[in-house]
């Protein structure tokens, strides 16, 4: 106890009611959301969990990543950035007295990094934040006087990411400053990119190995050949991984593969500059840097394989070895993740003693005027919508726009692939029209004042790789048993039970994001709201059902009477698209597009492409401008035979 307060006295530490009566503050003139006694309680839970943090690190005691769980709309990002704040302040004003803290915060987005450093110095009265990113790159000057340091979650990871040369030098520059070590690292959601996983395909390696010239195969003669040892062995895996569940197994164990540990990066190095597009028989930048990009995936992927574990399995009917780590290291300062749908995510479970989820106060939020409607239905990941897009898009259009008034704002959550089927918002009767795609939706405010949230498909990762590179990441190498047959705990079919997981957590995410984050009473409610999803049939919807109502207590849930397919739907266009296009295009990766896939993307008629292609014509038209933003330049070939294509660049 005594050595407790010593701690307190040696360092700035913030006090909880502090923190809990700024926050408070903040929480009611500013945000004029209404806070409650549970709410108070969660506060003072957050700040005694950020200081024990600190403690610990200070302390040198064994690593723990703590899990914080507030609800959506409770103020954990607000919180984060009232506690930086008053840390500086804390710091400022026992400074020669007391050690200072420093403080880290990891966002998800650049433009959530920038908004968090100019809230937090708003909140200081000085520049006590800065960011360090790609588009901003801090000083050492401003790193080392900084009280907090603001990165993006990509940030955090590449500056662990070498384990050896530079490493090092990155995490010093993270972690350190004028105080000594910062002592608090705040994850604003679950650290995305955290675990690497990497893949390589037989027909990937193939083309990486036959773009490899004379010269450099000289150069380079023990690479090439465990390269092509590689290719080999995915041959030879396929045949033995018939007998195993999900045709998986094993190809080697943890210590790395038959071919040994090969350093690929002076040959990654040299390919990089090679002429792809001559190579090809063209004469395109684009070409080039798109294949580029591609070569260097593959060997970046196969370097990985090489150097650790491997197994085997097909995606679809394609050979392929897998491996994966955690990049993030355990001994990060002060681990405290704010997340929440921690509840739901499997990763903190399969990390066991390393971290803990910190029990929060019930009676934090009530849901009982957000209405669910549920429907049910096969086929509702990537590839069956994409392939039932032309169909399924203008039945959903037709059900929503005969059930819901014009005075509403409705957000879509669908799958990028096939985001531009949703039609113009001026052809839609609607208030307001916003969308997004998975993997663009979390964390985000965008959609705060929307009244309704559309989940149309579902965010499926791969039944096998998937959570078997999350387990093997945090639970080290199995072996075929397990492989053929994964537990863990008791549990059966774990990998069954880790994609269910992961997507609740993304579907519970995803209608967090519009009004129903707001507080409005005493109780934790929100504002009347609706939300309407396709959850798959059978033991898989109910278990999403489920782990809806566990995080939104009070949900009211009833059955939505929609049929995906069935017959199909016409509906007119008001003119040619504009917003569809800028989406197919943005969603797009570098390179050619045909104005005849284009059309087909779009179900342009003859008249409507024309129209389309004329506006493209005219470098001045907000079509032609808003392509430019996106790095897209319409490019037409005159003369008989002459194709049209929208070029995007690397």
Known sequence: MNDLIGLHEQYALVPPQTFVDRLTHEWTTRYHNVPSASLRKLWATMALTYREAIIATATGATPKWRILKPPTGSGKTLGAKVYAALQAEQNATTAGHCEPVGIIIVTRLIAQADEVVTAINALSGRQAAVADHTQHRATQEQLDHSDVLVITHQAYVNATQTLTNTRVGKWQRVTSWKGGKRLLTIIDEALCNAIEENQVTADGLSQAIGFIPHELRATYASEVAALESLHEALGHHQGLSEGFGDGACMAWGQGGSPMGSVELSALRIAMRNLPYDRLIGKADDNDRQRIATRIDKALADAEAMLD????????????????????????????????????????????????????????????????????????????????????????????????????????????????????????????????????????SNDYADCDVAVIFGLPYRDRTTFPTNVFFALQGVQGDDWMDNPTWKGRVNLREHMVRRQLSASVIQAINRIRCRHVTDDHGGCPPADVFIVLPEGGQGDDILAAIRREMPGLQVIDWPFEPDGPKVRRGSAGTPHERLLTFMGNREPGRTSMTAVARELGLQPNARKELQKNLRNENHRTTLALRELGVTYVATKGRGGKSELVKAA
């Open 308 to 443: 650790r574990w491997a197994y085997f399995t097909l995606k679809g009917k394609l050979p392929t070895l897998n491996s994966a780590a955690m990049l993030v290291p355990m001994d990060a300062p002060g681990p405290v993740v704010l997340d929440a749908t921690a509840g739901e995510d499997f990763t903190y479970e399969l990390m066991e003693d390393r971290a803990f989820i910190v029990m929060t106060p019930p009676g934090v939020r009530d849901y009982s005027s957000v209405t669910l409607h549920v429907a049910r239905a096969s086929g509702i990941g990537k590839g069956s919508m994409v392939e039932r897009a032309k169909t399924r898009f203008p039945r959903i259009i037709e059900d929503l726009s005969e059930r819901l008034s014009p005075e509403r704002s409705v957000f879509f959550c669908v799958h990028k692939a096939v985001e531009h089927e949703l039609p113009e918002a001026e052809d839609l009767p609607f208030a307001k029209v916003a969308k997004a795609h998975w993997n663009a939706v979390d964390g």
